[in-house]
């Protein structure tokens, strides 16, 4: 009787190696008393089925990750602060979708692409420093400057731009500023200094969020700073308002400061 089904070897992974595969048969026929026979063809073929083991434990998933901190890692020439800003403004994407909250899960594997331009500095800071020496006519050209209390480094950056010869970048205490800075600094130094108001007004002028919004506090504040730094032997030139808001959108000065002769006898 002639077979009615051909069953065709199916692919597998085996532990065994098998050097003579088998064609299987399936016969039927068709009598009233159904008959099921099975016969089995050797072949020979140059086909060969090997062992398949993975080693180890199979490992899980890796979780997502914040989709700022993926590209902090990715694009490690940027600060926190322009990462965040261009994600806010819809400048950052992941596998081709905008994606505009810095806090969302992103996969190790996705594609993460940033359109937007270059920054002329590291951080937002050299932005500042480069209004007050445009404003307050500071020359740094050839100097050697001291950037005290730098984080990533904007001020330093901006410096080296602006043709300083060598900059020197600390980090320093609450309240060590200037004692320190006056033991390293010369005969007709210079010294620059942002004012945070947030950090210098008493706790009832500063308002929701940490931010101080009353134009009379940033006016006592820039007063007490003044006169602080002149009390040190130093002579204010001016001072101006940062183009730039501070992280949480609070208003920061610059003042321009020079040391005096009186000082400078003593």
Avoid at 21 to 48: C, D, E, G
Avoid at 65 to 89: A, G, K, N, P
Avoid at 143 to 165: E, H, I, M, W
Avoid at 220 to 246: Q, R, Y
């Amino acid at each position: 009787m002639a077979p009615q089904l051909l069953k065709l070897p199916t692919c597998s992974i085996s532990r065994i190696l098998h050097t003579t595969p088998s064609l299987s048969f399936l016969s039927l026929s068709k009598s009233p008393k159904l008959s099921v026979r099975w016969v089995n063809a050797q072949i020979h073929s140059p086909f060969r089925s090997y062992a398949v083991a993975s080693s180890g434990k199979l490992q899980p998933p890796k979780k997502k990750r914040r989709l700022d901190e993926i590209c902090l890692e990715r694009f490690q020439q940027y600060s926190r602060t322009f990462i965040q800003s261009w994600i806010l403004q819809g400048k950052v994407s992941v596998d081709g979708k905008v994606v505009n909250k810095a806090g969302t899960p992103v996969s190790e594997k996705a594609v993460v692409q940033i359109m937007a331009e270059i920054p002329k500095y590291v951080c937002r800071a050299g932005y500042k420093l480069e209004a007050a020496i445009e404003q307050l006519g500071i020359n740094v050209a050839g100097k050697v400057a001291l950037d005290s209390g730098l984080s990533t480094g904007g001020f330093t950056d901006c410096l080296l731009q602006y043709g300083a010869s060598f900059v020197y970048g600390v980090d320093v205490g609450y309240g060590q500023v200037m004692p320190a800075v006056i033991n390293v600094m010369k005969e007709e130094a210079s010294l620059v200094t942002l004012v945070k108001p947030q950090f210098e007004a008493r706790r009832s002028q500063v308002g929701s969020g940490g931010i101080v919004r009353d134009p009379m506090v940033h006016q006592e504040v820039l007063e007490k700073i003044i006169k602080g730094v002149e009390n040190f032997g130093f002579c204010s030139n001016g001072w101006i308002e940062s183009p730039l808001k501070g992280a949480e959108g609070n208003t920061e000065f610059l003042v321009y400061f020079s040391r005096t002769a009186e000082r400078n006898a003593n």
